[in-house]
């Protein structure tokens, strides 16, 4: 495969470093939107000094966006875009157009590939945050030839602040999912290796692809076999949805634009609808994707050897 240049938004995320990194580890060359200017795109999170090209934009100011995009003539241009879930929409929803609009007219742009990081259906379903990814999606659609790749959940999740030090802590994997859930947990860098290989895939603009891991996994048997594979006891524990959402709305309330409490709220209904949809919203069979995108994916034992643990 030709090496290809590749814009990425997001990059700093903890999304797109895993892109950025694959991206290199692949042969691309990734170059990294930020606004901040000590971040250097290595890869790494935020901010560090390295060699990695990076260009400013910024979602609030639309020209930033075409002028990044016509500035470092990409092949490729991956999106990923911020919560909505404390954040007001409107914004980013524009800027999704701008990019996707910038991405069409711009020459040697062959490939836009959307990263919804969250499950999106085909319909509105009430929820904030997912009908405005479904928005961003049909804008980006509109605009340009795109693909969107749409993880269900990601096995990342557990390294964050929100689930660690529990993790390290108790021995105890607390998550709002209900015992008998099953999860097609899926790796950062698989996501990262399947937008790598659809951006070579002209022919999918138009498709929305749902990815998750290579098996379902209930919560018991995510933390056996995590905790077998790190050599640790853990046991996993069922949160309420109620109070994982007060937990999460306490914690993002200091950087929110929107009113904590009701945003809370959302978020709980969001999380009753995966714990009890008939539709299994983190259910994915990846063997049709796979068809498509040939990658390899990373169990959770292959996953939790590859991290470093504390
Ligand atoms: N499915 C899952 O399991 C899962 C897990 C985690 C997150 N998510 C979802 O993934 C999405 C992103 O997650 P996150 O918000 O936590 O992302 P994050 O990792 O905190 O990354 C935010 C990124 O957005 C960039 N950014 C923020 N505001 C910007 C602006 N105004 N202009 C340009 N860039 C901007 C930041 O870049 P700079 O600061 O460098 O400019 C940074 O790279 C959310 O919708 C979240 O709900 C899903």
């Known amino acids: 495969m030709n090496a290809m240049r590749v814009l990425v938004f997001g990059a700093s995320g903890d999304q797109g470093a895993a892109q950025v990194r694959r991206l290199r580890l692949h042969g691309h060359r990734a170059v990294a939107v930020t606004r901040n200017p000590q971040y ?24 930033s966006l075409s002028r990044a995009i016509a500035e470092t003539r990409p092949q490729a241009i991956f999106l990923n875009l911020p919560s909505t879930s404390f954040q ?9 157009e701008e990019i996707a609009r ?15 990081s969250m499950i999106v259906h085909d319909q509105p379903l009430g ?11 049909r804008r980006i659609m509109a605009a340009a030839p795109a693909v969107s790749i749409q993880p269900v959940i990601y096995l990342d999740n557990l390294l964050r602040a929100w ?31 399947l937008m790598i290989a659809a951006m070579t895939r002209p022919d999918l603009a138009g498709r929305s692809i749902t990815v998750g891991g290579p098996e379902a996994v209930r919560g018991p048997d995510l933390a056996r076999r995590l905790g077998a594979a790190i050599g640790r006891a853990l046991r996993f524990e069922s949160e309420p949805v109620t109070e994982f959402a007060a937990r999460m709305g306490r914690l993002f309330e200091a950087g929110a634009s929107l009113e904590s409490r009701r945003l809370s709220a959302q978020l709980a ?23 498509v995108l040939p990658v390899a994916l990373t169990s959770v034992e292959q996953w939790a050897r590859r991290q470093t643990w504390p």
């Open 40 to 63: 250097r795109g290595d890869g790494l999170r935020a901010p560090v000094a390295g060699t990695g090209e990076t260009v400013y934009a910024d979602y609030r100011q639309p020209q």
């Open 163 to 193: 689930a660690l030090p529990t993790l390290l802590g108790e021995g105890v994997i607390r998550y709002p999912h209900a015992e008998e859930l099953e999860v097609c947990w899926i790796a950062q860098d698989d996501v990262a290796d």
């Open 269 to 291: 209904r969001i999380y009753q609808w995966y714990n009890s949809a008939p539709s299994r919203p983190f259910y994915v069979d990846m063997k049709p994707v796979l068809e």
């Open 88 to 96: 007001a929409a409107a914004p980013l929803l524009q800027a999704a």
């Open 127 to 137: 929820f904030a945050a997912h009908d405005a990814r479904l928005e961003m999606r």
């Open 102 to 116: 910038a991405s069409a007219r711009t020459p040697g742009v062959q490939s836009l590939v959307f990263n919804t």
